[in-house]
T-cell receptor
Framework: KQEVTQIPAALSVPEGENLVLNCSFT??????LQWFRQDPGKGLTSLLL?????REQTSGRLNASLDKSSGRSTLYIAASQPGDSATYLC???????????FGPGTRLSVLP | SAVISQKPSRDICQRGTSLTIQCQVD?????MFWYRQQPGQSLTLIAT?????????ESGFVIDKFPISRPNLTFSTLTVSNMSPEDSSIYLC???????????FGAGSRLTVL
């Protein structure tokens, strides 16, 4: 059974810092991996999608990498801003394309 | 990308009552998913709803408690029945538009049961 973990559970940084969020999964037979952002009490907003054949994806200040063989993905946020404060979740899709499994999330606070 | 509208955005309900959450997608989708997110927790899949068939429920979730309708390819409802305070959560619907294996979410329904 696929399990997804995220480290750290919470992170607080001053504005302007670069930071890395980590996502690990136990079964490397994945179809893709998706990073989401969730603001308090809200739904999820998709940030980046990495297909299993890809190594990384970039969108603006965000860069996500995938090392499928080791079961790890990282989300790199450059020059963090207070508006980046949110919970970041990763989710993997199994090779059958049916089952999305979510990590517990990392709660990020960027202090002005 | 698809836009998913979900309502109500929040509600406060009395114990023992039922609430139906609606989810509308702006394009046709084969599979829609209902998730629950309890306070401080990650998402747990309740069920997968395919048009024209019974929803498939995950372990720990049953149809009597969470009946789901999927009358067409753009709409689904989730009912939380006979609510108790333990049902207080955010309920999220999502879909996999165009079979792209990318999840898109509604804004969520925050339910508080007194």
């Amino acid at each position: 059974k696929q399990e997804v973990t995220q480290i750290p559970a919470a992170l607080s940084v001053p504005e302007g810092e670069n930071l890395v969020l980590n996502c690990s999964f136990t079964d490397s037979a994945i179809y893709n991996l998706q990073w989401f952002r969730q603001d308090p009490g809200k739904g999820l907003t998709s940030l980046l999608l990495i297909q299993s054949s890809q190594r990384e994806q970039t969108s603006g200040r965000l860069n996500a990498s995938l090392d499928k063989s080791s079961g790890r993905s990282t989300l790199y946020i450059a020059a963090s801003q207070p508006g980046d404060s949110a919970t970041y979740l990763c989710a993997v899709l199994d090779n059958y394309g049916q089952n999305f499994v979510f990590g517990p999330g990392t709660r990020l606070s960027v202090l002005p | 990308s698809a836009v998913i509208s979900q309502k109500p955005s929040r509600d406060i309900c009395q114990r023992g009552t039922s609430l139906t959450i609606q989810c509308q997608v702006d394009s046709q989708v084969t599979m829609m998913f209902w998730y629950r997110q309890q306070p401080g927790q990650s998402l747990t899949l309740i069920a997968t709803a395919n048009q024209g068939s019974e929803a498939t429920y995950e372990s720990g979730f049953v149809i009597d408690k969470f009946p789901i309708s999927r009358p067409n390819l753009t709409f689904s409802t989730l009912t939380v029945s006979n609510m108790s305070p333990e049902d207080s959560s955010i309920y999220l619907c999502s879909a996999n538009p165009s079979g792209a294996n990318v999840l898109t979410f509604g804004a969520g329904s925050r339910l508080t049961v007194l």
